[in-house]
């Protein structure tokens, strides 16, 4: 996992880090760097953000299943029974979290939906792996962006309805707990 290099409190230590990391990052930044606020932000925390910046800057790109040694491929699902299938499922959604993937909003999903949802769209999926501490990739098993009925009907807060609703006019579908609750690893977002 990543360690930072230089982990020192010491506010010179901070700054001749905060300087190595700009002359790091200067080749690859575009305007996104200004709309970080570094008046209101320590000098370890701006720290901290650009080795975030030059861990992603950096990072290979390559499919999620190729992160692991030998690459993670699942059985197709339909060669597995129900209890084969919950016992693959659970021991992949660990072997995911020990990568920093995090699935978020599965419980709305049967074991085999989501096992197919990995196996036909995680696993293959090109993505940017950063081995660092605290970074994570969280995949949205409700598809938020796309279709927000599942987000809005198992997972919203009343507070997300009530402003969905007045953003697009309609009348979100009717809250109902998940019906797949399961053991899922969580990190912070």
């Not at 209890?83 to 049967?110: C, G, M, P, W």
């Not at 940017?128 to 796309?146: E, F, M, P, Q, V």
């Not at 997300?160 to 998940?178: A, C, K, V």
Request: glycine letters at 4%.
């Amino acid at each position: 996992m990543f360690a930072p290099k230089h982990q020192s409190a010491d506010p010179v230590d901070c700054l001749l880090r905060n300087a190595e990391l700009r002359d790091q990052l200067d080749p690859l930044l575009d305007e996104s760097i200004e709309v970080v606020d570094v008046g209101r932000m320590t000098t370890p925390a701006e720290n901290d953000f650009l080795e975030s910046m030059l861990a992603w800057e950096r990072a290979p790109m390559s499919p999620i299943g190729h992160w692991f040694d030998p690459p993670l491929e699942l059985p197709d699902p339909d060669t597995l029974g129900p209890r084969q299938l919950r016992e693959r499922l659970l021991a992949t959604i660990q072997a995911l979290y020990s990568k920093n993937v995090v699935l978020d909003f599965t419980d709305h999903l049967s074991d085999r939906e989501l096992y197919t949802l990995i196996a036909r769209d995680i696993l293959p999926s090109y993505e940017k792996k950063i081995d660092r501490r605290g970074s994570y990739l969280h995949w949205d098993c409700a598809n938020i962006g796309d279709d927000p009925e599942a987000w809005l009907r198992y997972y919203a807060s009343p507070e997300e309805r009530r402003l969905w609703q007045e953003e697009t006019g309609e009348t979100p579908p009717p809250r109902i707990d998940p019906p797949h609750r399961r053991p899922s690893p969580h990190s912070p977002m």
